[in-house]
């Protein structure tokens, strides 16, 4: 048999790959706290879950979507209106996403032909990067660095880059870093968008999850950024609905358009039910969000506090449900480190490494076990005596 050369591109990926590791150790009868992918384990709130039964109910509602409901596009408006102070057309400035991953999948198709150059964070989530390869797009790394505090330096892109580029990848508060950008960023953004004519694309997915009484707004709040480019945002971490995959494509209404044109080839709409789910939980009580935060705040604390006591020093993130930890003192390779972790102390992380070439050097630990497992965890790393390297 003979397959395509874009498989040439991918191997397993990391989250596959960190499974079957996983999955070793637990048929070994040994337990595994994984702090490895990003898979909420805050459900719903009550008033959201009761809208998705109370519709997968009705017979009628098990049709093909086809198209957003206009009771979803208007409270999408709605929601970014009272959220983000941001006012959105809702016939041609929306469209929903299966999730932001299956957006971040396929807007490079919309707007790059082969060849062409996709710029993407460094380190950054590695579908920043995969949907590009998948349109058959070049990458071009821009450096997220710690001593910019992982913001982006416009001004480190060449001119040569910048002048071939089509699209741009952003993402703050970012993972797998943690960071927030200043107002200034976006306004430079902006403004480097229109000066080399490229799409911007910001990824907005956590912008309820920060902490310390930070507040986090919207890419589209800032003027022109429209006229360059759209924000994903998802439903996933701030409402619990990972599994159900909802997520929205917001701004430019040339490139929403080319997305749902897009998506029309590929897929016959999100499931009614799901739909009614996502209106219950955006224009429904947001005590939920505020619970939500101050849950991954808890466990943030206690995380960070925990293993920099016992000897791995890191630093709390301000947003995110993520923390971007440095190797501790003897180790050099995140994959070494991380296998070595798993099969020691029986916790498991996701190698910097799989986050671009800026990533050695550090691993991400997901917050989404309670609060028992993680002080588990922290107990168990300093009984293993894997920092004493």
Request: aromatic content about 10%; charged content about 20%.
């Amino acid at each position: 048999m003979e397959f395509a050369k874009r498989m040439e591109l991918f191997g397993d990926g990391i989250f596959s790959v960190l499974l079957k590791m996983k999955e070793e150790q637990l048929a070994a009868g040994k337990r595994v706290v994984d702090l490895s992918i990003g898979a909420p384990n805050i459900p719903p709130a009550q008033h959201i879950r009761d809208a998705i039964s109370r519709e997968a109910q009705k017979a009628e509602n098990y049709v093909y979507a086809l198209r957003d409901t206009t009771e979803l596009q208007q409270a999408v408006a709605t929601w970014y209106q009272r959220r983000y102070g941001v006012q959105i057309d809702p016939a041609c400035e929306v469209t929903s996403l299966l999730g932001s991953q299956e957006g971040l999948s396929h807007i490079a198709m919309t707007i790059t032909d082969p060849g062409e150059v996709v710029l993407v964070p460094d380190p950054c989530y590695p579908i920043f990067g995969d949907g590009p390869r998948l349109a058959g797009a070049k990458l071009a790394y821009m450096p997220q660095r710690a001593e910019n505090g992982y913001v982006i330096d416009l001004r480190e892109i060449p001119e040569e880059t910048a002048r071939a580029a089509k699209l741009m990848v952003v993402s703050y508060p970012n993972n797998p870093t943690t960071a927030m950008a200043p107002d200034s960023f976006y306004r430079d953004l902006i403004e480097f968008a229109r000066k080399y004519d490229i799409i911007v694309l910001h990824d907005n997915a956590y912008s309820d999850l920060v902490f310390d009484g930070r507040t986090c707004g919207s890419f589209l709040r800032f003027e022109g950024a429209k006229e360059v480019g759209v924000e994903f945002n998802s439903l996933s971490k701030t409402y619990g609905l990972a599994g159900a995959r909802i997520g929205f494509c917001i701004g430019n209404r040339e490139v929403v358009s080319k997305v749902a044109t897009l998506k029309s080839n590929l897929d016959y709409g999100m499931f009614l039910p799901i739909q009614a789910a996502a209106v219950a939980a955006i224009t429904g009580d947001q005590a939920c969000v505020a619970e939500t935060c101050a849950a991954y705040q808890r466990r943030r604390d206690l995380l960070c506090e925990g293993f920099s006591r016992i000897g791995w020093k890191m630093e709390k993130p301000v947003a995110t449900m993520f923390v971007w930890a440095p190797l501790p003192e003897g180790y050099t390779n995140s994959m070494e480190f991380a296998t070595q972790l798993l099969q020691k102390a029986g916790v498991l992380v996701t190698p910097g490494s799989a986050f671009g070439p800026s990533g050695e050097g550090y691993v991400r630990l997901a917050l989404v076990q309670g609060e028992e497992a993680m002080a588990w965890a922290i107990d168990s790393v300093q009984k293993s005596g894997i920092l004493k390297k």
